[in-house]
């Protein structure tokens, strides 16, 4: 298959990579045989070692066995970027039990449609955060069976007693350490990723443990040109971004499964925390997105640390001012290379080469093997010319199988083999992909996917809302912020401050509305649905855009 943007390739970079059908489990099992001391997991001054790790791991994995937990059942992990996480991860992929990633911040009612719509009898949490799982597994209407508690060193939670409520370390412990007898396919499930999708319903995307080596394999091979100077193990990612996220986690975990290198794990992740372990650790890859960049730019030690043991760095999420890139480039010696993806194909679907040509504004153009067109809104069907957008679509080795329990929905997403991402974007002359527009409603802020529909719904609730409608508005550091618009009952009246502390309690802190606007009423659709178009050329009008 010849494509415009091969020519724009890097050297090392293959138009095609060979993808062993492999579990992921068995990559690493690999490292842990071949070099059991090395190390692992790095945080703080503690070291885990793949020896260690593994051992740790098939502990859990026996033990979540002899509770009845087998393979193809969801077991739901929620915690930050600590070991344990991982841990547990790694005894899922030994027994081919599928992982619910879930975000520590989620409120109980976000916990509780997680459990539901993924059917897991088993969360694992941290925790300071373990009080909500245990609220949902009391609350005995989902299918929870058992929260699994793990405490972190310095930081003790007192945890109630209960049916269903275990301790980690003494789960650990129960478990026998030998390699458990579970026969792994590279076509089996490994992960729910949630998202939203291109309805806006929260939705389980089905990844394969190819699905996930593959990814790696295609990140591998397009950092080639950075890392030629190291062996493969030599690999160290600092990991910043949230090990729950397909971002953080591809970038970190699943990389190292390829490479048998190291993970350093950063947490709480603030920008002195992120220096301080630069400095410690000396990490070489880096994932970003650009407001940890532009505040590290700006960091009054920034000059004096050891930056420069960075050699590559992937951004995404939103675009990276090129002042900022250019600063940081400079004082670290990396290269950023910015990228576009989604939960759906695994993560990235298209990146901006490293040496040859990155184009401002641009997301680059797709990785090995895979195939993007541009087509017409309409009918999906018709191929667009160069510069004309219309929705994106792809085909590729790391796009998922289906929506979990979807099938009206996977039937819209997925068509002959094509993903159509909902995103509206054009294609230049040389192969590069620029998008325009969401199709979708969907919100971008820190990294984070924010579905204007569910705070809508829950302002919906509220007594004195009579109208209510979420937009994403531009924000410098995350990106975009979210905006809601209010029109009150007749005779009820509201404060900013009420309306964001009734969201906090029901909602994720990203979800959290930043600014709140009261009006008479509500431009409205031919379908008298509230017209978000409409206000966002509102927005972008008293901005002067």
């Given at each position: ?79 930050p970027n600590v070991p344990q996480y991982i841990i547990a991860q790694q005894a899922c992929f ?132 950075i890392y030629s100077s190291i062996e493969s193990h030599e690999l160290k990612t600092l990991t ?306």
């Amino acid at each position: 298959m010849d494509r415009v943007w091969y020519q724009w390739y890097d050297k090392e970079v293959p138009h095609s990579i060979f993808y062993p059908p492999v579990a992921l489990k068995d990559w690493f099992l690999k490292h842990v045989h071949r070099d059991p001391d090395k190390e692992y997991i790095i945080i703080n001054d503690t070291v885990i070692t793949y020896g260690q790790c593994n051992s740790m791991s098939r502990r859990f994995a026996n033990a979540l066995m002899d509770m009845g937990v087998k393979k193809g059942d969801r077991v739901a992990l929620t915690a930050p970027n600590v070991p344990q996480y991982i841990i547990a991860q790694q005894a899922c992929f030994k027994i081919g039990a599928i992982v619910v990633p879930v975000n520590p911040l989620a409120t109980v009612r976000e916990i509780q449609y997680a459990i539901n719509d993924s059917g897991a009898e088993t969360i694992v949490s941290m925790a300071m955060f373990a009080g909500k799982s245990i609220e949902v597994l009391k609350g005995g209407d989902t299918p929870l069976k058992r929260v699994i508690v793990f405490q972190v060193k310095g930081s003790p939670v007192d945890i109630e007693k209960g049916n269903g409520i275990l301790d980690f370390e003494e789960v650990i412990g129960s478990g026998a350490d030998t390699e458990p007898d579970v026969k792994v396919l590279h076509t089996d499930t490994a992960m729910l990723q949630y998202t939203g999708g291109t309805t806006g319903v929260s939705k389980g995307c089905k990844l394969s443990n190819y699905n996930l080596s593959n990814i790696a394999l295609q990140d591998s091979h397009w950092l080639k040109p950075i890392y030629s100077s190291i062996e493969s193990h030599e690999l160290k990612t600092l990991t910043v971004l949230p090990l729950y996220h397909i971002y953080g986690f591809n970038f970190s975990v699943n990389m190292n499964l390829i490479h048998g290198g190291s993970i350093v794990l950063v947490t709480p992740p603030t920008i002195d925390n992120i220096l301080d372990n630069i400095n410690r650790h000396e990490p070489n890859l880096f994932q970003a997105v650009p407001t940890i960049i532009i505040e590290l730019n700006h960091h009054p030690d920034i000059g004096k640390s050891k930056i420069s043991s960075i050699m590559g760095l992937f951004c995404g999420s939103a675009p990276l001012p090129v002042e900022a890139m250019k600063t940081f480039e400079e004082l670290s010696g990396a290269k950023i290379t910015e990228g576009y993806g989604s939960s759906e194909t695994s993560n990235v679907l298209t990146v901006n080469p490293i040496f040859t040509k990155r184009k401002t504004g641009s997301v680059g153009i797709p990785w090995p093997d895979n195939d993007i067109k541009i087509v017409d809104l309409e009918t999906g069907t018709k191929e667009m010319p160069v510069g004309e957008p219309g929705e994106l679509i792809a085909k590729g080795p790391t796009i998922m199988s289906e929506y979990w329990e979807k099938p009206e929905e996977t039937e819209m997403a997925l068509k002959d083999g094509w993903f159509y991402t909902g995103d509206i974007a054009y294609m230049d002359e040389d192969g590069y992909f620029f998008i325009v527009d969401r199709k979708k409603d969907m919100v971008i802020s820190s990294g984070f996917n924010v579905y204007p529909r569910d705070i809508d719904e829950l302002m919906y609730g509220h007594p004195s809302v009579l109208r209510a409608c979420a937009i994403g508005v531009p924000d410098e550091k995350r990106g975009e912020s979210i905006k809601l618009f209010i029109v009150t009952k007749p005779d009820m009246t509201m404060t900013e401050e009420e309306v964001i502390a009734y969201c906090k309690e029901s909602l994720s802190a990203y979800k959290v509305p930043k600014y709140v606007e009261f009006i008479d009423e509500l431009p409205l659709t031919s379908f008298g649905k509230p017209d978000r178009k409409a206000l966002r050329q509102m927005e972008m009008e008293k901005r002067g855009n």
